[in-house]
């Protein structure tokens, strides 16, 4: 069997056990869109237009529900309804990073209950495969799946070489919920400390932040390449792109750059399925 990222999402689809990232897989397929669009605006107002806006386009919406100022739980009734009026999943990004027991109340509980409404979340590998216990006892039921900060976007940070590889190695210890990775490219050939761990036909889905058309970073270290870059280039299953959508002003023109990533990702993907 080749590689996952010379499959199809479709047939990675057919074979994904966990229900959250084979109802992505089948998103992505249905709607020819390998993009997820990170909403990071303030207001409740702006945040429900521009998923109308970009729902269409996308996947996945990735959210940072604690950013909301004037949030409230009529907010996930919305998103929701959007969810399923335009086919997508969403994916708070919660980066959770504390001792299992807490992160598991972190997300069950409190104002976001964040379980409750979202398919996939994240979590730092930093304290250990407790993290990952942690968070299944609470989303495996759910029929959630969990992705692990293998590596970032930004400038200088600490997740590259030893670090990555130990976020593979936690991960193929516990296929049954963590679906993938946040990285910068396929963790396949990640070395892992113990070989044993290794399923040939392992398949982690590789969501990737960083990714922007017209500019190369900002000014406090985000650095972007391009869809081509991370699909065709470096074999990535999800482009994850922020302002370089949203912050375009009007609706048309966020509209208009939702289909242009769409278009890119799209494009990269079927070049390297074709190779
Ligand atoms: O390494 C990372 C991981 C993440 S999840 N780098 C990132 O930028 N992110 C997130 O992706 C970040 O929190 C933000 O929500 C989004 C990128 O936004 P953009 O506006 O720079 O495209």
């Known amino acids: 069997m080749p590689s996952a990222h010379l499959q199809t999402y479709a047939q990675r689809a057919q074979k994904h056990a966990n229900p959250a990232a084979k109802a992505l897989l089948e998103t992505i397929e249905r709607k020819k869109s390998n993009l997820c669009v990170s909403v990071d605006v303030t207001k409740q107002a702006d945040f429900l237009r521009i998923i109308d806006v970009v729902g269409p386009y996308i996947c996945l919406v990735k959210t940072h529900i604690d950013i909301i100022e004037d949030f409230d739980p009529s907010l996930i009734d919305r998103l929701r309804e959007l969810s399923e009026k335009h086919d997508f999943l969403i994916f708070e990004d919660r980066k959770f990073a504390d001792i299992g027991n807490t992160v598991a109340l972190q997300y069950s509980s409190g104002v976001y209950k964040i379980a409750s409404w979202s398919h996939i979340t994240n979590a730092h590998p930093v304290p250990g495969p407790g993290i990952i216990s942690g968070l299944a006892s609470v989303g495996r039921p759910l029929g959630r799946g969990l992705l692990l900060l293998a590596e970032m976007s930004s400038k200088g940070n600490l997740a590259t070489g030893a670090y990555t590889a130990e976020a593979v190695h936690m991960a193929r ?39 922007g058309l017209d500019v190369k970073g900002d000014a406090m270290g985000q650095q972007y390449r391009t869809p081509r870059e991370v699909v065709f280039e470096s074999g990535c299953d999800v482009i994850i792109v922020g302002r370089g959508i949203y912050g375009k002003g009007s609706d048309a023109e966020v509209q208009a750059q939702a289909e242009r990533y769409r278009k890119e990702g799209w494009a990269a993907y079927e070049d390297r399925i074709s190779t």
């Open 173 to 211: 210890t516990h296929r049954d919920f963590v679906v993938g990775f946040i990285a910068m490219r396929r963790m396949e050939s990640v070395p892992t400390p113990d070989a044993s761990v290794v399923d040939e036909d392992e398949d982690f889905l590789v969501l990737t932040p960083g990714v």
